[in-house]
């Protein structure tokens, strides 16, 4: 059997022990000290070399928000490719190319065939018309590509809105075109050839023809102002018919609700009072707010 050591011999030990733990612990955050004091030092002496003045500081707090604002806004780059593009331009024309092709002839045939109706065309010049018509989109078309192909791919915004007003000047007369008709595209090619190749009878009855659906289209929206305002007010027939009348003495003040309500408040108040109801007169004091579809009266709260 082993002899055992005495208690006492055990504690000696364990204090012996917890004194060089602690001596090393000791030396060992010295070192440390030392360590970081030898690193630290030449970092500071550099650092006393070249204090910021105050200046300098102002300097950086202006300049910093624009290099932030540059990269998050102004300098931000759009991607696009040839195919967006074309799908953008002809997006403008009504759709796409197929879309262009078949509107653009289809008006181009609309028109031929009211003339047609009006003086009478030959079939020669008919299918000389049309040929013009298919070269002018055809020039249009190609026109578009060679925009396209110099299109960049990588731009900014200022960088697109440059090229875009570039592809609007191309397409803007050709756009006119499709929303409003070919009876207002006096400008267009083909109809250019059409008027070189009609007589002086001809040319008369188209202008005459062109008068009276212009005057047809003024009558319609005065008479459409005139509804308007007698439903809004609530009139009888009688001051419908009286309101109408009013409204033939000056046409062009009755083109929309707006100009026709302002006419109505206008008018003297003797006037006023021999055609309306006291509460129609109250009504007709307040403002109008026009929207696309609907108008409404604001009711004013005093």
Not at 32 to 41: F, H, Q
Not at 105 to 130: F, H, M, W, Y
Request: glycine share 4%; aromatic share 6%; hydrophobic share 35%.
């Amino acid at each position: 059997m082993r002899a055992q050591k005495p208690i006492g011999e055990f504690a000696t030990m364990r204090k012996d022990e917890h004194r060089l733990a602690l001596a090393y612990r000791g030396l060992h955050a010295i070192a440390i000290l030392v360590l970081t004091a030898v690193s630290v030092t030449p970092t500071l002496a550099q650092d006393k070399t070249k204090i910021p003045r105050a200046i300098d500081r102002d300097r950086e707090a202006i300049e910093e928000p624009a290099e932030i604002e540059d990269k998050q806004g102004r300098n931000q780059l759009i991607e696009m490719d040839r195919g967006r593009w074309i799908e953008m331009v002809y997006g403008q024309l009504g759709g796409n190319e197929a879309t262009f092709d078949q509107t653009y002839r289809r008006r181009v045939r609309l028109a031929l065939n009211r003339i047609d109706l009006i003086c009478g065309i030959s079939e020669s010049l008919r299918e000389k018309v049309q040929a013009t018509a298919e070269l002018e989109s055809q020039r249009l078309k190609a026109d578009i590509l060679t925009l396209v192909n110099d299109a960049p791919l990588r731009l900014t915004q200022k960088q697109y809105s440059d090229f875009y007003q570039r592809i609007w000047k191309l397409i803007q007369p050709y756009q006119s075109r499709m929303n409003q008709g070919n009876n207002q595209d006096n400008e267009a090619l083909w109809r250019k050839v059409l008027a070189s190749q009609l007589d002086d009878t001809q040319q008369k009855k188209i202008t005459e023809d062109a008068a009276k659906r212009a005057a047809y289209r003024e009558d319609v929206q005065r008479l459409e102002t005139v509804l308007k305002i007698a439903r809004r007010l609530g009139m009888s027939r009688d001051q419908r018919n009286n309101l109408e009348k009013q409204s033939q003495t000056h046409p062009n003040n009755w083109q929309n609700l707006d100009m026709a309500w302002n006419t109505l408040q206008a008018l003297p108040d003797a006037e006023k009072r021999s055609w309306f109801t006291p509460f129609q007169l109250e009504q007709l004091k307040k403002p109008l707010e026009t929207t696309n579809d609907l108008q409404v009266v604001i009711v004013v709260e005093e």
